[in-house]
């Protein structure tokens, strides 16, 4: 004789295993836990993974989110990357890939606005922020300027050369002239070392005396120079000057 009570346990068993199991408590969810404790609580696997909304089918976006970050190596190295980079990707098409150059660019350019609301020698730690953002993560060398007014606020940031891994020529006549041209009273120069390494080299600090005496035949201050890595800076104005 059958159980009365094996038929519809077993019913129940197969309706169980049907039904989608749910990862988390919505309130666990990054989005809810975004809104409710701010966006410094999620990991950024999870702050990845709100970019882009959506995954492929058989790997959900944190799957991607997870990818993503381990191809690149870095959050940061992720939202340096250019287009280009995301070629190849499964699950980052063109607007994907839009989404997180885009809002790479706007985490730039709200430091830009940062540090153009105050003086920049009052706000050192900002201008470092600003530089390890913009080429802290470049996989070959750049050089860049920061043309300042005369109270110390921003004009432009300009590439002055770009190099490769190693190497780089950066010619102080050409910084001259820009200085000039813009009318800059001052300036912040720095570079990047891809290796990560931040102790400034022997050509490193014949530039910085060359560049220092060039300026100030035409009565432009250099503030400092600043050696850019992924997670560290070297000021040579703090170390002493070469």
Sequence with gaps: MNNPIALPFAEAEKCAVRRPPQAWPSRDMPRERLLDAGAAALSDTELVALVLGSGLPGHNVFDLARSLLHRFGSLRAMLDAT??????????????????????????RALAEK????????????????????????PY??????????RHRLIRTEENSRGSLTRMAVYPR???????????????????????????????????????????LIDVQLIDHLVIGANETFSFASAGWP
């Design 174 to 216: 050409e910084i001259v002239r820009r200085a000039l041209s813009l009318n800059a009273a001052s300036l912040i120069v720095a570079h990047n070392h891809p290796s990560g390494a931040v102790k400034p080299s022997t050509s490193d600090c014949q530039l910085t005396r060359v560049l220092r005496d060039t300026l100030a």
């Design 115 to 138: 540090i153009r609301e105050r003086p920049l020698i009052d706000s050192p730690e900002a201008v470092k922020d600003y530089l390890r953002l913009l080429i802290g993560s470049r």
């Design 141 to 150: 060398e750049v050089f860049i300027c920061l043309f300042l007014d005369t």
């Design 83 to 108: 287009p280009g980079d995301f070629d190849g990707v499964r699950g980052v098409g063109p607007a994907k890939r839009a989404q997180l150059l885009a809002i790479m660019e706007m985490a730039r």
